[in-house]
């Protein structure tokens, strides 16, 4: 069984910056992509972006400039680094496989207001 733990959320004021990190256990597949999902109150799901097993990173264009993915493999963490933040922005993150699996963790929150 696979496990996601994801932390660094909080509340921060518009324009200002977080650092969430997920820390992955369990069967995890080598070089298997690694996503960052966030929901929003009464919103599905949505996929922010997602880092392959060699680095290569994507984010949605509503992130894009703003958000960045890392990770460091040796660790099984992966990082979401999010500036400029806005309002919008404010969700629960997760992250989980990209394609995700059935295993969610329990999520950070991440609130942006003033």
């Known amino acids: 069984q696979v496990q996601f733990v994801e932390s660094g959320g909080g509340l921060v004021q518009p324009g200002g910056s977080l650092r969430l990190s997920c820390a992955a256990s369990?069967?995890?597949?080598?070089?298997?992509?690694m996503g960052w999902y966030r929901q929003a109150p009464g919103k599905q799901r949505e996929l922010i972006g997602a880092?392959?097993?060699?680095?290569?990173?994507n984010v949605a264009d509503s992130v894009k400039g703003r958000f960045t993915i890392s990770s460091d493999n040796a660790k099984n963490t992966v990082y979401l680094q999010m500036n400029s933040l806005k309002p919008e922005d404010t969700a629960a993150y997760y992250c989980?496989?990209?394609?995700?699996?059935?295993?969610w963790g329990q999520g950070t929150q991440v609130t942006v207001s003033s």
């Open positions: 989980n496989a990209y394609p995700a699996s059935s295993f």
């Open positions: 369990g069967r995890i597949f080598s070089n298997r992509a």
């Open positions: 880092i392959t097993g060699e680095g290569r990173t």
